[in-house]
Structure formats: C-alpha cells, structure tokens
C-alpha cells in the first residue's frame, strides 16, 4: 500500500545575514493549512518547519530523511511560503541564466541543490508534489534545462495584461520589478540578496564544492509543481493565507476531489484580476499523475 510522507515550510521573519526584509503575515498560517491537508489525506509528516526551525541543515535533512523512507509508487508533498528571489546564476545548464530560490530562515534554498543534490536522492516511481508560495517560482524546484533533460512541461496560461492598479516597475537597486502599491509581494530586493551571498560566501562555496558538477544527475522520480507565478512574476502575501494558497483552499473547499489539473484551473480562475500566472509543470520518469487527486497518496 503507498504511503505518503510531507514537508511544510512557513517562513514570514527571514534573518539571514545581509537581508533587509519586511515580514509577512501568511506564510505560518499557509504551512500550516498544507500541513493540515497532508494529515487529513494520509500523509505522515516528517516536519511542520516555521521561522526559525525553518533553517537550512533542517529543511534539507528533512527531504533527505524522507527519500531514504519512500519507495516505487509512495508520495513527497514539499510545501514552502515565504520569499523567493532570483539571481544570474552560475551553472551553465540553467538555461535561461537565473537561479530561482527559496528564502529560509538563515540561508537561500537554490534550485540547484533540488534537482542535483536532493531530488536525486528519490527512487524511481516516486511522486514528488511540490507547492511554493513565493515570487519567482515558475521552476523554483526544477530548472528549465532539468525539464528538458528528464521530460516535458506540461501546463499553460492565457497571458493578460497588468491591471492598472497592480503596475510594475524597476526597482532602485537593480532589475528586479517591485509593485508600485497593493499588498507586499514575497520577493527580496537584489541588493539584499547580493549583500547576503557576499556575507555569507563561505557557506555557499562550501555548498557548491558538495554539489555534483557537469550534467545533473539523473532524477528518478515524478515531480509535478504548483506555483503562483512564473519566473519573472511576483505573488502577493496575504493574511490570514498568502493569496496564492488562499485561492488553493477555496478551491479545494469547493472539490475537494480535484486533480491538478482541476486545481489549477480553479486557481487561475480566481486570480484572473492579478498580474501573475499560476504554474503546473511536470517532469521526470514519467510525469503522468496531474489527472490524480489533488494531494490524495
């Protein structure tokens, strides 16, 4: 019989050396409805990981913790909120030049270490869910240049214009678009994110020595993403939810036997009045389980 095992990461007060951030106000609330689905449906949760348990060493030996216990035809569910940033990255497979990350309490999650460091880690037939509540999340947990490698993007959008009232432009202290009013979005600022890999340089030149180099090790399991917007995009916080999860429950509140597929469109639907389009994406070997229950094991 599969088992499912989850992960929900809720991180509104980042205290990363050289990070200059307002906190949110939804992201323990999102973790903790993701959480509270996982155990309704099943799943066994390996950490319910907010703010300051939410640290680097603890959320990572968490996912690999539960690679170690699934096998052919078991569930991941990974839930993160919070921040998410984007910077030039330095891998030369990622294809379109930029690191999407997660920020946690003490350190920057990359994508990198997912798909070479820790996804790996999962046998074949696995299914892994992910769902990020963040700015910059289209392929926060799997990389364009991993989805061509290990299978096709599944998932789209109709694109719309920004409405009037939701703006964008450049920041001061980089490319990064902020939102000219509205809620707070759940991005750093560049400079912030510049400063902390400078501060804390050491860290993360000890973590690129531990990641395997050249081509990414292959990934045996199934990933299917949920994001509230694409790469370049942003996502409001929220409170008592990030609006993001707040429109996932609504949907599930209605059907709570959706697919993803289902899921997504439901998601869309409601935020058809914002400037930003929710993702799925799959990849992996094979992605073919968007016609399942949402989050069901």
């Known amino acids: 019989?599969?088992?499912?095992?989850?992960?929900?990461?809720?991180?509104?007060?980042?205290?990363?050396?050289?990070?200059?951030?307002?906190?949110?106000?939804?992201?323990?609330?999102?973790?903790?409805?993701?959480?509270?689905?996982?155990?309704?449906?099943?799943?066994?949760?390996?950490?319910?990981?907010?703010?300051?348990?939410?640290?680097?060493?603890?959320?990572?030996?968490?996912?690999?913790?539960?690679?170690?216990?699934?096998?052919?035809?078991?569930?991941?569910?990974?839930?993160?909120?919070?921040?998410?940033?984007?910077?030039?990255?330095?891998?030369?497979?990622?294809?379109?030049?930029?690191?999407?990350?997660?920020?946690?309490?003490?350190?920057?999650?990359?994508?990198?270490?997912?798909?070479?460091?820790?996804?790996?880690?999962?046998?074949?037939?696995?299914?892994?869910?992910?769902?990020?509540?963040?700015?910059?999340?289209?392929?926060?947990f799997m990389t364009p240049s991993f989805m061509a490698l290990a299978g096709p993007l599944t998932g789209t959008h109709a694109s719309r214009p920004l409405s009037p009232q939701s703006r964008q432009i450049p920041s001061s202290d980089g490319d990064e678009v902020v939102s000219t009013g509205g809620p707070l979005m759940r991005t750093i600022s560049d400079s912030s994110a510049r400063r902390h890999f400078s501060l804390a340089e050491d860290f993360y030149k000890d973590l690129r020595k531990k990641l395997p180099t050249g081509l990414a090790p292959e990934i045996k399991a199934s990933l299917l993403l949920l994001a509230p917007c694409e790469d370049d995009e942003q996502t409001p916080d929220g409170e008592p939810h990030g609006v993001f999860t707040q429109a996932l429950l609504d949907v599930l509140n209605d059907d709570g036997s959706s697919n993803y597929n289902e899921l997504i469109k439901g998601i869309r639907e409601r935020l058809l009045d914002r400037p930003q389009h929710p993702v799925l994406a799959t990849a992996g070997h094979p992605p073919q389980f968007v016609e399942q229950g949402a989050f069901s094991i």
Not at 26 to 32: F, L, R, S, Y
Not at 106 to 132: E, T
Request: glycine share 10%.
């Open 1 to 140: 019989m599969a088992k499912g095992i989850s992960v929900h990461v809720g991180v509104s007060k980042v205290r990363a050396v050289g990070i200059d951030v307002t906190d949110l106000k939804g992201c323990e609330k999102d973790a903790e409805a993701m959480y509270a689905i996982a155990r309704d449906r099943g799943f066994v949760s390996d950490g319910l990981l907010l703010n300051e348990d939410a640290i680097f060493d603890r959320v990572t030996g968490a996912i690999r913790d539960a690679a170690g216990k699934l096998e052919d035809g078991d569930i991941f569910l990974f839930t993160f909120s919070g921040h998410g940033t984007r910077r030039g990255a330095e891998d030369i497979t990622e294809t379109d030049l930029k690191d999407e990350s997660i920020v946690l309490h003490d350190h920057i999650l990359i994508d990198n270490v997912f798909r070479r460091s820790l996804w790996p880690l999962f046998k074949q037939g696995v299914r892994i869910v992910m769902v990020s509540d963040s700015c910059h999340s289209g392929t926060v």
